[in-house]
């Protein structure tokens, strides 16, 4: 498994999120304090709370192309 912290801002930046995690076959949640959202629903990720960053869990290893796809997303802060 693989963790990132992310941010998406609006609206938009969901919608190509969401749409970017689709396109691979890994399991990937989003932890926001204690709830777990599965990244790839589109309505589970608009119902949380994204003024604060989030956690992303990638559930395989070798997933270095989806994270690639994500940079946008990724805060390295």
């Known amino acids: ?3 990132a912290i992310i941010r998406l801002p609006g609206v938009g930046s969901v919608q190509k999120f969401v749409h970017k995690v ?4 890994y ?3 989003l932890y926001s304090h204690r709830f777990v959202i599965d ?8 119902s949380i ?3 604060e960053p989030l956690e992303m869990h990638i559930y395989n290893d070798k997933c270095d192309d989806l994270l690639k796809d994500l940079e ?3 805060c390295y802060e």
């Open 72 to 74: 946008e997303f990724i």
């Open 49 to 51: 709370n994204r003024d």
């Open 1 to 3: 498994m693989k963790k």
């Open 22 to 25: 689709n396109e691979y076959e």
């Open 39 to 46: 990244a790839k629903s589109i309505l589970g990720v608009l």
């Open 27 to 29: 399991e990937v949640d």
